[in-house]
């Protein structure tokens, strides 16, 4: 489903972020996403979803490489994908409900399906009744699961998630990946990055540890 | 085809939303834009109103020529059989000293004006009356070959006060096409740099959704429909404040005419100076908002 073939992701100003990775991410799979601060796991994730371009090799979605899509295509391939960044990107100028349905209006979807879609993305993350609430006002938790409905809402095949657990402690990050292996077993594909490898050995999934751009065993 | 009407309803409502967001500044800004249409508008009515009288007024192009009191008085009959065949003239005719002499006298109701002269002080005069059609600068040229003509004392052009209004009319065009063409920049870049400001205060949202797979065309669409609803709304104002102008001056202006013996009012802007006015600012508008569209979201990715 995600193939990347001799990655290279050198930034502006000469540094190499990633270096020369091959891997395959299977449809359906749960993979960890493992390293310290600064190993690459944020690159890694905006190379897959085309937010960043790859300086060598070829990043494929479905076959499709994401860095010759046209700037008219690129967004449709987006949507695929269900993104939760890193710095969350919460839009503090509207309430929860209007943060949550933003992927629906982008789509032009709308009306009484759209609400009832918000409000079940909103339930799955156990944020029901906070639909108008401003979400300056939710705890580091409940921010994050509203970033998760987000991602959600339009029912993605593809979810990458940049450091859900950072900042949470153990029984709210274990909440979080509990929700996501329930994702899981819908069949959606997950791409989970942190840097805080001993959560997800309880889950004994497929883990890929990043170090300075590169692959350790 | 649902599906289009669907995103541009979304996207006027969020405009519309946007709108009631910042009542104060999107105010001040349609109120900045009603005024620049309202500069050239009501130039634009000044001078038609004006115009459309201008070219009512009988005015009828005359030159009178007086000829040299000593002037054989063949070469007057033969100058006279000259002008006759003229094809610009509607007519000539001959206004012997004396006839020149009874006429003032009937005019002033004196019968004896010439008590303590000598003899008629008067001279021969030929009054020519121009075609409508005749352009101006046609009579200017005949009355100076009239005034050089060596048995000419004078000629004088009766119709230079209309003439006057003509340049002046032709200049108040010039200077309007000016103003528009200044405002008409300003707008533009009034627009450009609210747009600006707007993309700027905005910046988070318009990040997120195209991280999130928003298109140009969805990113840009409420921008080119706040410029459109502003162009509109400050085209609407520009005739309203024209309007509310003409229909506050128009008595003094009536009293003014009047005294000077005639029927005058400035005109209202009609549908059809709405609607250019209208038409214009949006167009301007929207090339402000698409130019800084252009310029300011092309850095997201
Ligand atoms: N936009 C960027 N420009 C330059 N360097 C960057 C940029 N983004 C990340 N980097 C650098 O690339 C390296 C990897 O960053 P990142 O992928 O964010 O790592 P991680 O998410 O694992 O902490 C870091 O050293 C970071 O400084
Ligand atoms: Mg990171």
Redesign the interface.
Same mark, same amino acid.
């Given at each position: 489903m995600i193939q990347f073939q001799q990655v290279t992701k050198r930034y502006p100003g000469g540094f190499e972020a990633v270096k020369n990775l091959s891997f395959e991410i299977q449809s359906g799979e749960l993979l960890f996403l493992a390293g310290h601060s600064g190993a690459g796991k944020s690159t890694l994730l905006k190379l897959i979803a085309g937010i960043e371009k790859p300086t060598a090799g070829a990043v494929l979605v479905n076959g499709q490489n994401v860095a010759r899509l046209s700037r008219t295509s690129l967004p449709y391939v987006r949507r695929h994908f269900g993104l939760i960044f890193q710095d969350h990107k919460i839009l503090f100028d509207r309430n929860v409900y209007e943060n949550v349905k933003l992927p629906l209006d982008i789509t032009g979807f709308n009306g009484m399906e759209a609400k009832r879609r918000v409000l079940a993305a909103l339930d799955k993350v156990g944020l029901s009744g906070k639909e108008k609430l401003n979400p300056i006002s939710l705890s580091g938790g409940e921010q994050q699961r509203l970033c998760i409905a987000r991602a959600v809402v339009h029912r993605p095949a593809i979810l990458l998630a940049d450091e859900p657990t950072a900042n949470l402690d153990r029984d709210n990050a274990h909440d979080i990946l509990e929700l996501f292996k329930s994702f899981h077993q819908v069949g959606v594909t997950l791409v989970i990055s942190a840097h805080d490898e001993t959560l997800m050995a309880d889950y004994g999934r497929r883990i890929l540890r990043l170090k300075n751009g590169q692959f350790t065993a | 085809m649902k @599906?289009w009407l669907? %995103?541009h309803g %979304?996207a006027i409502a969020r405009t519309i939303k946007a709108l009631l967001r910042h009542p104060f500044s999107n105010g001040m800004n349609l109120l900045v834009i009603g005024i620049a249409g309202a500069f050239p508008l009501a130039l634009y009515m000044v001078i038609s109103s004006v115009a459309g009288v201008a070219q009512k007024l009988p005015v009828e192009p005359q030159i009178s020529v007086f000829l040299k009191t000593d002037a054989p008085a063949e070469a007057g009959q033969s100058l006279y059989k000259q002008l006759q065949g003229h094809t610009e003239l509607q007519q000539v005719r001959f206004v012997p000293r004396d006839q020149a002499l009874k006429d003032m006298q009937s005019a002033v109701g004196v019968d004896d004006l010439l008590a303590g002269l000598d003899n008629n002080p008067l001279p021969d005069a030929i009054v020519l009356k121009a075609k409508l059609s005749t352009p101006a600068l046609q009579l200017e040229r005949l009355q100076k070959e009239l005034a050089a003509n060596p048995i000419v004392d004078s000629a004088q052009l009766d119709s230079a006060w209309a003439q006057r209004l003509q340049h002046l009319l032709s200049l108040g065009q010039t200077l309007l096409q000016a103003v528009v063409v200044l405002l008409a920049v300003a707008l533009v870049l009034l627009t450009g740099n609210a747009i600006r400001m707007q993309i700027l205060t905005r910046h988070? =949202?318009i =990040?997120?959704?195209?991280?999130?797979?928003?298109?140009?065309a969805?990113i840009r669409r409420p921008f080119f429909y706040f410029a459109l609803s502003q162009g509109l709304l400050g085209g609407l104002i520009a005739c309203g404040i024209v309007a509310g102008g003409i229909y506050w001056l128009n008595p003094a202006v009536a009293d003014l005419a009047h005294a000077y013996g005639q029927q005058f009012t400035l005109q209202l802007p009609g549908p059809l100076e709405a609607g250019v006015v209208c038409g214009v600012t949006l167009l301007l508008c929207s090339s402000g908002a698409w130019l800084a569209v252009r310029k300011h979201l092309r850095k997201f @990715?």
């Open positions: - | @599906h669907r %995103l %979304l988070d =949202e =990040e997120v959704a195209k991280l999130i797979g928003a298109t140009d969805f @990715h």
